[in-house]
């Protein structure tokens, strides 16, 4: 397969923008879902991303960049420059000597995310390059530019029910998904709490288990072999392990979690070396 670089990238939000006062919910009856706000009332408070290749070697598979684009008491509008242009600068640095292909990854961004600071960089004036001027970062059906891998294993809405979970699809992974206790209904407060590094790293624990997906889903398409994916991931978990898990304690209880086996498909196949169940 092509060599492509991937931007996993994942937010943390609360319903607090300046025109979030315009949205008022209808009355729910008993035993009916909340309404979920609309895309113009979030605020952005964190935003976190893994950027890294694949290709059809080892060697094109490279862990290039993790972090968490917020800081602490940062402003909505620096981490929205900060993550365009972060990401803006690698999309060009990937694409400067050859054409290259490149996605931004999300869990069901295409409904939230990538509207989400879309809409917020409009309020703060800021060009999103990649995204309005690809050719395919938009378009449902495609995953260059944009993969959305909710919608792509949801099969573009054709599934009954609700939409996979990102939880369920963690968990079918060997990942924790959510870690005990901390989910996106605790970010309002956290932030109220002072709790900017705990969100920050909270949103790490997102976009790193994205990273660990995307391989999963080449499998899954046939675009590598079980072999590969197998060296990608033992690759690919203890890089991302080493560089996070002294930075705070949610990423280390996140990799303490992992089931290795699991994520390296250990369980009905001939044991690779060097696996063992974490």
Not at 98 to 123: I, K
Request: proline share 4%; net charge negative; glycine share 6%.
């Amino acid at each position: 397969m092509r060599k492509r670089l991937y931007l996993a990238y994942d937010l943390e939000t609360i319903a607090q923008s300046e025109t979030a006062h315009l949205w008022v919910p209808k009355p729910v009856a008993e035993g009916e879902k909340e309404q979920f706000p609309p895309v113009h009332t979030w605020q952005i408070v964190s935003c976190a991303v893994t950027m890294f290749t694949i290709g059809e070697s080892l060697e094109d598979c490279q862990i290039l960049k993790i972090g968490a684009i917020s800081q602490p008491k940062d402003t909505e509008e620096g981490i929205v420059r900060r993550f365009i242009n972060s990401t803006t600068l690698m999309i060009d640095k990937f694409t400067e000597h050859s054409p290259g292909d490149w996605s931004y990854v999300t869990w069901n961004g295409r409904q939230f995310d990538n509207l989400v600071m879309a809409s917020r960089a409009f309020r703060y004036g800021v060009p999103w390059l990649p995204y309005y001027q690809s050719r395919d970062a938009r378009i449902r059906y495609k995953t260059e530019g944009h993969w959305d891998l909710c919608d792509y294993l949801y099969d573009f809405g054709a599934a009954m029910g609700d939409r996979p979970s990102f939880q369920s699809t963690c968990l079918k992974m060997g990942m924790p998904g959510k870690l005990e206790g901390v989910n996106g209904s605790n970010v309002a407060e956290m932030i109220k709490s002072d709790r900017h590094l705990d969100v920050a790293a909270y949103n790490m624990c997102d976009s790193l288990q994205m990273a660990l997906m995307v391989p999963r889903f080449l499998l899954l398409s046939g675009d590598i072999e079980l072999s590969f994916y197998q060296e990608i991931q033992r690759k690919f978990y203890g890089e991302l392990k080493t560089r996070t898990t002294d930075h705070h304690p949610y990423l280390a209880q996140l990799f303490d979690k992992i089931n290795l086996r699991e994520l390296m498909l250990k369980g009905s196949v001939h044991n690779a070396e060097g696996a063992s169940n974490q």
